[in-house]
C-alpha cells in the first residue's frame, strides 16, 4: 500500500499556498511516467486508468512525440502563426482533415478554446445569437463553454452566461422523462421542439445545438443512435448547426477517430483537443469550407498553431494510424467491459456498466439505484493507495480511459486491484 512520502507531503503544502480553485479527488504528486505507468516524486508506480482525464492515448513519454517535438525545438520554439507562415500547423491540419473529412480548421490550445471558437463560428454563420446544450454536459470553463456547461452547480455560480437553454440528454439508466428505452421514442430529444421552440427559444434564433457524442463528465453515459440522428434532423429541419464536442471523446478513444462516427451521424462543426496533442496543449475546431469562411481578424490568438504544438500533434496523429489504435482501443474495451460485466453480477454496488471502446463508465449505486456518491469516492481513494489511478464522473461514475496503448497484463493488474477495493467498498 502506497504511503504518502515527505516529498510529496512538502510538494502538497507548498501548492496549497499559492494555487486556487484546482480540485484534487486524492494526493498524487506525479514526477514521471511511461507507457500506462506514472511514478510519484516518493518512487511509487500507478497503473494509469484515466490517462490524465483522457489526453495520454498515445501513452506517456511516447518516443515519437518526444522526438518531433525536441527536434522542433532544436529549430524554433514559438512563432507568431496568427501573424506568419509556418509549415507545422499547415501539415497539422491537413492530416487532421484527411483523417475528419472536413475542409478547415481553427487551431488552439485547449478543449474550452476550440468550444469557443466553435460557438463563435456559428454564431457568426448563422447570425443568431442563442443555442442549446444539454442537462449534465460539460464544454469547459471559459464563459462561453461555461454557459453550455451544466453538469455542476459550483462550476457556474456567480458567472454570466450566453442565452443557452439546455434539455435533456439520453440518459437511459435514469431516464428523465421516466419511459424506457426503445418505446420512449427518443422523447428526451423531442422535448427540444416539443418544450424548449415552443415555449422558450426560436429556432430562428438558435444558432447551434452543442452536443457530446458520448458525454463525458456528466457521466460517461453512452446514448442510443437515434438519439443524435434525432438531433441531427431537428438541426436540418430548422437550419441549425449541429456541434460535436469531441474534446474527450475523440483521438480514437472509441475507436472511431470521432466518438460520432459511432452514430452514423456528421456534425457541422467539431471541437477537438486532449488527444490529439500528444500531452502537448492543442485545441482544434473544424468544419467545411463554407462554414469555416469567417474573414481576416474574425477570430485569432497568439499560441494557437503554435510550433511545439503542431509536431507533436501531427506526430501523435500518425503515430494513432499507424499503430492502429483506434481497433487496439475496440479490443481492449470489449475486454474490460466483459470483465466489468462479470462483477456486476457479483457486486450489487455496480448499477451500471456503458461504454464504447476505451471509453467506459460504471455507476456506483445503493438501494433503488440511489447514486453512491460516498462509496465511488472511497473507491476512487483507495484504489490510488494500490496503485491503481482513477477518476471519477457524473454522481457516482468511475470512468476507465487508460491509454490506448496499455497491456493486457496491466489491464489485468489494474483490473484486480480495482475489484478488491470494490469488494471492500460493497460489504
Not at 440518459?171 to 422523462?177: E, F, Q, S, T
Not at 476507465?400 to 480495482?418: A, C, H, Q, T, Y
Amino acid at each position: 500500500m502506497r504511503k504518502l512520502g515527505s516529498k510529496s507531503r512538502n510538494i502538497i503544502e507548498r501548492d496549497h499556498k499559492v494555487m486556487g480553485a484546482l480540485t484534487r479527488p486524492y494526493e498524487l504528486v506525479v514526477d514521471r511516467a511511461e507507457g500506462s505507468t506514472i511514478f510519484d516524486v516518493d518512487g511509487n508506480s500507478y497503473i494509469d486508468f484515466a490517462s490524465s482525464v483522457s489526453v495520454m492515448n498515445v501513452g506517456y513519454h511516447n518516443r515519437e512525440v518526444r522526438e518531433a517535438v525536441c527536434a522542433q525545438i532544436q529549430k524554433m520554439v514559438h512563432c507568431g502563426f496568427s501573424d506568419y507562415y509556418a509549415e507545422p500547423p499547415v501539415k497539422l491540419s491537413e492530416k487532421l482533415c484527411r483523417m475528419s473529412g472536413y475542409e478547415k480548421v481553427f487551431l488552439s490550445n485547449s478543449g474550452a478554446e476550440s468550444v469557443e471558437a466553435a460557438m463563435k463560428l456559428a454564431f457568426w454563420y448563422t447570425k443568431r445569437n442563442s443555442m442549446v446544450a444539454f442537462y449534465r454536459g460539460f464544454h469547459g470553463r471559459t464563459l462561453g463553454a461555461l454557459s453550455l456547461t451544466s453538469s455542476k452547480l459550483v462550476h457556474k455560480e456567480h458567472f454570466p452566461s450566453f442565452r443557452v437553454l439546455h434539455s435533456h440528454y439520453a440518459y437511459c439508466y435514469r431516464c428523465p422523462l421516466n419511459l424506457e428505452y426503445p418505446d420512449c421514442g427518443i422523447s428526451c430529444a423531442k422535448e427540444i421542439e416539443k418544450t424548449i421552440f415552443k415555449r422558450e427559444l426560436s429556432p430562428k434564433d438558435t444558432a447551434a445545438i452543442v452536443v457530446e457524442p458520448i458525454m463525458g463528465e456528466g457521466g460517461f453515459i453512452v446514448p442510443p443512435t437515434e438519439f443524435h440522428q434525432e438531433l441531427r434532423r431537428i438541426c436540418d429541419e430548422n437550419g441549425i448547426l449541429m456541434i460535436a464536442d469531441e474534446v474527450q471523446s475523440g483521438g480514437f478513444r472509441t475507436g472511431k477517430f470521432m466518438a460520432m462516427e459511432n452514430f452514423g451521424v456528421r456534425a457541422d462543426i467539431v471541437a477537438m483537443s486532449k488527444s490529439i496533442g500528444g500531452g502537448v496543449p492543442l485545441g482544434a475546431t473544424l468544419s467545411s469550407s463554407e462554414i469555416m469562411s469567417w474573414h481576416s481578424g474574425v477570430h485569432a490568438n497568439t499560441f494557437g498553431g503554435n510550433l511545439l504544438a503542431a509536431a507533436g500533434g501531427l506526430a501523435t496523429l500518425e503515430f494513432m494510424e499507424q499503430e492502429k489504435l483506434g481497433e487496439k482501443a475496440v479490443e481492449k474495451g470489449v475486454y474490460i467491459m466483459k470483465r466489468l460485466e462479470e462483477m456486476k453480477e457479483k457486486y450489487p454496488i455496480i448499477g451500471d456498466v456503458r461504454g464504447i471502446g476505451l471509453m467506459i463508465g460504471i455507476e456506483l449505486v445503493g438501494k433503488d439505484r440511489v447514486p453512491a456518491t460516498e462509496k465511488r469516492n472511497n473507491v476512487v481513494n483507495r484504489a490510488i493507495e494500490e496503485g491503481l489511478i482513477l477518476l471519477p464522473a457524473g454522481d457516482s461514475v468511475i470512468r476507465f480511459v487508460p491509454p490506448l496503448v496499455i497491456s493486457r497484463e496491466e489491464i489485468d493488474k489494474g483490473l484486480g486491484i480495482f475489484e478488491g477495493v470494490l469488494k471492500i467498498t460493497n460489504r
